[in-house]
């Protein structure tokens, strides 16, 4: 996924500023693709640029503010990536690295790490809990919620696998943590 494509998608879904547009963003896309206030708005000047986009100039408490609406040729290209297809990104997640890392090493504890990512997860599940018990989810928002149920369903299963992966754990890590290396 590209950052221009996700706003785009954010445009289009309901028109506005950029701060309104990074504020929805960090509450939805942000999930699956973070990007800073500062990225979204670099990329929506390119998307102006770009004649994908267009703003308008209005006064608001802050001064002046520009509002982003997509423009036809920015709805062209968003149907034309959407169409296209791609291989699915391999998982790089350091802690499995780290992980792999204890085993060898066979002193170096790593429950402490484990369940402070355990607690990440459980945090974001209820994020997204929260968000699909608060959402109107009729037809038209059908596929939005699926996006929101494949984020649960992750959550789910990244917890499950950790709290196996700590019960795995011997109960001692910790003394073997002070003992002499090999």
């Not at 790089?92 to 402490?112: C, T």
């Not at 209820?126 to 919620?145: C, M, P």
């Amino acid at each position: 996924m590209s950052l221009p494509h996700a706003i785009l998608t954010a445009l289009l879904e309901q028109p506005g500023s950029g701060a309104e547009l990074a504020r929805r963003f960090d509450k939805s896309f942000g999930f699956f693709w973070p990007a800073t206030h500062q990225q979204i708005y670099r990329e929506l000047a390119k998307l102006e640029r770009n004649g994908l986009v267009h703003s308008t100039g209005r006064d608001s408490s802050r001064g002046r503010a520009k509002d982003y609406n997509v423009l036809a040729a920015g709805r062209k290209e968003l149907s034309r990536w959407t169409l296209e297809q791609q291989e699915p990104r391999p998982v790089r997640e350091e802690l499995m690295i780290r992980l792999r890392a204890s085993s060898v090493l066979g002193d170096v504890p790593i429950n402490d790490e484990l369940e402070r990512h355990l607690g990440l997860h459980r945090t974001q599940l209820a994020a997204y809990q929260q968000l699909d018990q608060r959402g109107s989810w009729d037809d038209a928002n059908r596929l939005q919620r699926a996006v929101l149920q494949a984020g649960i369903m992750f959550e789910q299963t990244w917890i499950e696998w950790a709290e196996h992966t700590l019960a795995l754990q011997p109960a001692a890590e910790t003394d073997r943590a002070t003992s002499t290396p090999r």
